[in-house]
């Protein structure tokens, strides 16, 4: 795994967990990450991940019926 250093500013309302969730809901929202792999990215269970989404505005529910199959298939 890679890592690397972010500096917040200091007039941002985020917090380390905060900004993973986020950072971890973009890219499941761009397709980059599964939900089950930004849960991962993100130190939460799938099921937390799913609802913290909903706070950043990201849909769990993908328009591809691919996504959906795999979503079951991977349950």
Do not use: C, H, W
């Not at 199959?69 to 349950?75: E, F, G, P, R, V």
Request: aromatic fraction near 14%; hydrophobic fraction near 40%.
């Amino acid at each position: 795994m890679k890592s690397f250093t972010v500096n917040i500013p200091e007039n941002l309302d985020f917090n380390a967990t905060e900004l993973l969730i986020y950072f971890a809901s973009k890219l499941y929202e761009d397709g980059k990450l599964s939900a089950g792999q930004a849960a991962d990215f993100a130190g939460l269970s799938k099921r937390a991940f799913i609802e913290m989404a909903g706070k950043y505005g990201i849909s769990i529910f993908s328009s591809s019926n691919e996504d959906l199959y795999n979503d079951i298939k991977n349950a």
